[in-house]
């Protein structure tokens, strides 16, 4: 069963009638495209998805609902070539869903064997299995460091290319004792010393930082005027992005900042309405949630 985090907050940022015009980026098991499609009753919904399994749930529930969607089976780098008219809200949900994570041969979680895949889409060929089994040290280390912010990255790479000589590295509880087995006792006490090695190579998997990036630059210029995006990130590399972005859009240049009068082409296009975590409350019910941040920007 999926939670979608921070679902209320989205959307009602979103600030939504009955006859918008919406984007979820990240249609997943339709949690949030759910609640919008429900807001507007004379409105359109476009969602974005390359997870098969992911489109059928969601189409099961829409349509009891409505028909006033159309499901993409695509990346969400695709938005600005599918959609061509402007809209009034966007959402993007960047968290893998609690089925992807829970289905075993799916391969993200560390805890249930699995051969290694993490592929969003089950059609490309790049896979968990190539980045761990084929990559050179210098692009594992660079991963783990980049991707998953792993101070031992080094040792963990190491490990990898010496198990590997003997043997491919076959699935997820392979690669866990792998990485547990390389890092020193009292660090696997706080947390699964996995958790970040296989975030690196999800996203290495998923280019998922480059794909957001893009993604959310064009997602800004297919707002109408009053239009907003609410963006759900859950790691501080995603955060990082998004933030920089909204701020570069957001914001008068510096070298004209102390000017008397700002010039009209040089004012903001867009203003930051929101930034904000999950409450006690949702982390309590949902502890997937606790990582999670939403940011909010409008067109002006």
């Known amino acids: 069963m999926h939670t979608s985090v921070m679902l209320e907050e989205s959307i009602n940022y979103l600030n939504l009638n009955d006859k918008s015009t919406v984007i979820d980026c990240t249609l997943g098991y339709a949690g949030h495209s759910s609640a919008i499609l429900k807001k507007i009753p004379h409105g359109f919904l476009y969602a974005f998805d390359q997870d098969n399994e992911a489109i059928k749930e969601a189409e099961k529930k829409l349509n009891k609902i409505s028909n006033n969607y159309k499901i993409i089976n695509k990346n969400f780098i695709h938005l600005k070539d599918e959609i061509k008219e402007e809209v009034d809200g966007i959402i993007f949900d960047l968290g893998v869903s609690s089925p992807q ?6 391969g993200f979680s560390y805890h249930k064997e699995a051969k290694l895949d993490m592929r969003m889409n089950q059609n490309q060929d790049l896979d968990a299995y190539k980045v761990v089994n084929e990559y050179p ?19 963990i790479a190491q490990a990898i290319i010496k198990k590997r000589k003997e043997k491919p590295i076959e699935t997820t509880t392979e690669l866990a004792e792998i990485i547990k087995e390389n890092v020193p006792e009292k660090y696997r006490r706080k947390s699964h010393p996995a958790r970040k090695i296989f975030q690196a190579i999800r996203i290495e998997v998923n280019d998922e930082l ?16 009053g239009g907003r995006i609410s963006v759900i990130t859950f790691h501080s590399l995603e955060d990082k992005i998004c933030k920089k972005i909204f701020n570069e859009v957001s914001n008068i240049p510096k070298e004209l900042r102390g000017l008397p009068v700002i010039p009209d082409e040089y004012k903001p296009k867009y203003k930051v309405l929101a930034n904000i975590s999950p409450s006690k409350k949702e982390i309590e019910n949902n502890p997937r949630s606790r990582s999670a941040r939403l940011r909010v920007i409008e067109k002006l």
């Not at 994570?101 to 799916?106: H, I, M, Q, S």
């Not at 893009?214 to 707002?223: E, F, G, I, P, R």
């Open 137 to 155: 040290l210098e692009k594992l280390i660079h991963i783990f460091k980049e991707y998953g912010e792993e101070k031992y990255s080094t040792s």
């Open 101 to 106: 994570l829970d289905e075993d041969y799916r």
């Open 210 to 225: 480059n794909v957001f990036s893009s993604a959310l630059k064009d997602s800004l210029t297919m707002l109408k005027k």
